[in-house]
């Protein structure tokens, strides 16, 4: 079993930065793939990033260009490295974990079929102020 636990949320300044960190349990660098989901008060659930056993990555087209998501084998953690923040990235965030999942397929809201199979982290909030 896969447990995930996320940390490094907070409150910033709109243009501010935050780095969100899980850490990962069994974590099998070949197999897993890890995506960063948020969820907004009167929102669906977003899938942020996501990146792959080889290092293939993906990104929402809302957050390309200011967020990274990246992995750390030795360290047993996934990062969000989240930049030019905006008060519209306000939202629980979430890391979760697929044994034999795609970066599209994870990403993509037809993926949704999928979430019961993913381990889950418990969340960590970030709120933007403007």
């Known amino acids: 079993q896969v447990q995930l636990v996320e940390s490094g949320g907070g409150s910033v300044q709109a243009g501010g930065s935050l780095r969100l960190s899980c850490s990962v349990s069994?974590?099998?660098?070949?197999?897993?793939?890890f995506g960063w989901f948020r969820h907004a008060p009167g929102k669906e659930l977003e899938g942020v990033a996501a990146?792959?056993?080889?290092?293939?990555?993906g990104y929402a087209e809302s957050v390309k260009g200011r967020f990274t998501i990246s992995r750390d084998n030795r360290k047993n953690t996934v990062y969000l490295q989240m930049t030019s923040l905006k008060p519209e990235d306000t939202a629980m965030y979430f890391c979760?974990?697929?044994?034999?999942?795609?970066?599209?397929?994870?990403?993509?809201?037809?993926?949704?079929?999928?979430?019961?199979?993913?381990?889950w982290g418990q969340g960590t909030q970030v709120t933007v102020s403007s």
């Open positions: 979760a974990a697929d044994p034999t999942g795609r970066v599209a397929t994870m990403l993509h809201p037809n993926g949704q079929q999928f979430h019961p199979l993913y381990y």
């Open positions: 069994r974590y099998t660098y070949s197999y897993y793939c």
């Open positions: 990146i792959d056993g080889d290092g293939s990555t």
